[in-house]
């Protein structure tokens, strides 16, 4: 009896709990604030940040602090800037086939939506009206550089951002080569060779074991008449 009786005060405790639960509307939370957090704009200044940060809900950068892997790029933002980086800026890496292949892959990955895959600007968001207005790369009137292309990724025009967070420096100098290379197939032109880059490097490292073996040959004979002047005396 007093079985049934402990058994009967179980259920009735399992069904008060379960009568509480509301399908509805949602039910108790606890500690709701992990639920809820509470949603800090970035940079803004709140008091419970004080202790660590001074109030600022992330701490910016040190002033003048460089990336690490990057280096400053000093010309300006401006139509000035653009000027002079389409005249002067020069790409510094190798034009070779491993720079053109990752080039193309990181092309069709940021710039082919929009630019289309041969740069007619015929992308597939352009075909979709989504950004109109996407020049060829051989357009006359923009008449694109190594230099422009960079400095256009590297801060962005119009509609288009700046690729800077997305790409390394290295990476977008490889699609600059690429970028390059459409505008040439554009224009009907034939195909840029690649810099020799690994016949160079072969021949120097040539040259330095020929001028070092030579050295090592002088040694060598200085040795020998050193011996047979000590010989002599």
């Known amino acids: 009896m007093k079985n049934i009786f402990k058994i009967a005060i179980v259920l009735i405790a399992i069904v008060s709990l379960g009568s ?13 604030n992990m639920y ?4 800090y704009e970035t940079y803004g200044d709140y008091e419970i940040f004080d ?17 690490r892997g990057w280096m400053p790029y000093e010309i300006d933002n401006t139509t000035e800037g653009k000027e002079f980086a389409k005249t002067n800026l020069k790409n510094p890496l190798p034009y070779t086939e491993e720079t053109e292949a990752k080039g193309q892959a990181l092309y069709d990955i940021y710039c082919g939506i929009c630019h289309g895959k041969k740069g007619d600007g015929q992308g597939p968001l352009f075909k979709r009206d989504k950004i109109l207005g ?16 960079y ?8 509609t288009m951002g700046s690729y800077a967070s997305q790409m390394t420096e290295e990476e977008m100098w490889m699609v600059d080569h690429y970028v390059m290379s459409l505008k040439d197939k554009l224009d009907g032109k ?9 016949a160079v490097l072969e021949i120097e490292g040539m040259h330095e074991e020929e001028s070092h073996s030579g050295e090592e040959h002088g040694t060598e004979e200085d040795h020998v008449i050193e ?3 000590g010989t002599e005396h």
């Open 151 to 158: 400095h256009v990724m590297y801060y962005g025009i119009n």
């Open 190 to 198: 034939e195909a840029r060779a690649y810099d020799v880059v690994e």
């Open 227 to 229: 011996e047979n002047h």
């Open 51 to 67: 202790p660590v940060t001074g109030g600022s809900e992330a701490m910016k950068p040190a002033k003048g602090s460089i990336s």
């Open 134 to 149: 996407i020049p060829a790369y051989n357009d006359e009137g923009r008449a694109i550089t190594e230099g422009s292309v």
């Open 20 to 32: 509480c639960k509301e399908d509805k509307k949602p039910n108790y939370q606890y500690m709701p």
């Open 36 to 39: 809820e957090s509470v949603g």
